[in-house]
T-cell receptor, first 110, second 113 residues
C-alpha cells in the first residue's frame, strides 16, 4: 500500500516564527510532490510543488525534498494567523496516481 | 494556475432524491478528473477517477450505482448521488489534472434531510 504520512498535529507556532511541516512517502517511484493548504470548510489549494532534490522557495514558503530519505517538508517563514489551516502533502506515484496525506493542522498564535 | 469550477456549492435535498454535481475545467482540457468526499475533521477520501469517454474507476467500497459519474467531454465531469440518504451528507470535491498537478474545485456541501 503506497502511503504518504504526516503528523496530524496540531502544530502550534507563535506569529512571526517558522513553521516546519514534514511528510514521508513510501513509494520510491514517486516523482512529484505537492503541498496544499486547506482552510476549514474549504477545498484544498495548491501552495507549491517540487520535483527535484533540494529546496524550492516561493515567497514565505520553502519546499524541501530528499528522495534518498523519502522525505518532503514545507517551511513557512514569518508565520501569520492567516496561515492557520490544514496542510496536505501529496505524492504522485510512478503510475501517475496522486496519494494524499491526512494533513497536518497548523495553528499560528497572534 | 488552472481553474476548476464546481457547482453547486451547497445543496439541500430530501432523502430519496438525486443530486447532480458538476465539475468543469475552465481554461484547460482534463482527460482525467477525480471525485473526493470529506467528512468533518477527516482527510480527503478518493471516491473515483473520472475518465473522459470511458467508465469511471471507483475506489474500493464506493458504490458505483449510487455515485454515478459521467465524463462526457474534456472539460466536464458530473457526479450524481442517487437516492440520497442522510449518511450521504458530506463535502464533495472534484479535481482535474493539468501537467500532473491536481487543481481542486471549491467543493459542494450536500445536506440530505
Amino acid at each position: 500500500q503506497k502511503e504518504v504520512e504526516q503528523n496530524s498535529g496540531p502544530l502550534s507556532v507563535p506569529e512571526g516564527a517558522i513553521a516546519s511541516l514534514n511528510c514521508t512517502y513510501s513509494d520510491r517511484g514517486s516523482q512529484s510532490f505537492f503541498w496544499y493548504r486547506q482552510y476549514s470548510g474549504k477545498s484544498p489549494e495548491l501552495i507549491m510543488f517540487i520535483y527535484s532534490n533540494g529546496d524550492k522557495e516561493d515567497g514565505r514558503f520553502t519546499a524541501q525534498l530528499n528522495k534518498a530519505s523519502q522525505y518532503v517538508s514545507l517551511l513557512i517563514r514569518d508565520s501569520q494567523p492567516s496561515d492557520s489551516a490544514t496542510y496536505l502533502c501529496a505524492a504522485t506515484t510512478g503510475g501517475f496516481k496522486t496519494i494524499f496525506g491526512a494533513g497536518t493542522r497548523l495553528f499560528v498564535k497572534a | 494556475g488552472a481553474v476548476v469550477s464546481q457547482h453547486p456549492s451547497w445543496v439541500i435535498c430530501k432523502s430519496g432524491t438525486s443530486v447532480k454535481i458538476e465539475c468543469r475545467s475552465l481554461d484547460f482540457q482534463a482527460t482525467t478528473m477525480f471525485w473526493y468526499r470529506q467528512f468533518p475533521k477527516q482527510s480527503l477520501m478518493l471516491m473515483a477517477t473520472s475518465n473522459e469517454g470511458s467508465k469511471a474507476t471507483y475506489e474500493q467500497g464506493v458504490e458505483k450505482d449510487k455515485f454515478l459519474i459521467n465524463h462526457a467531454s474534456l472539460t466536464l465531469s458530473t457526479l450524481t448521488v442517487t437516492s440520497a440518504h442522510p449518511e450521504d451528507s458530506s463535502f464533495y470535491i472534484c479535481s482535474a489534472t493539468e501537467e500532473y498537478i491536481q487543481y481542486f474545485g471549491a467543493g459542494t456541501r450536500l445536506s440530505v434531510l
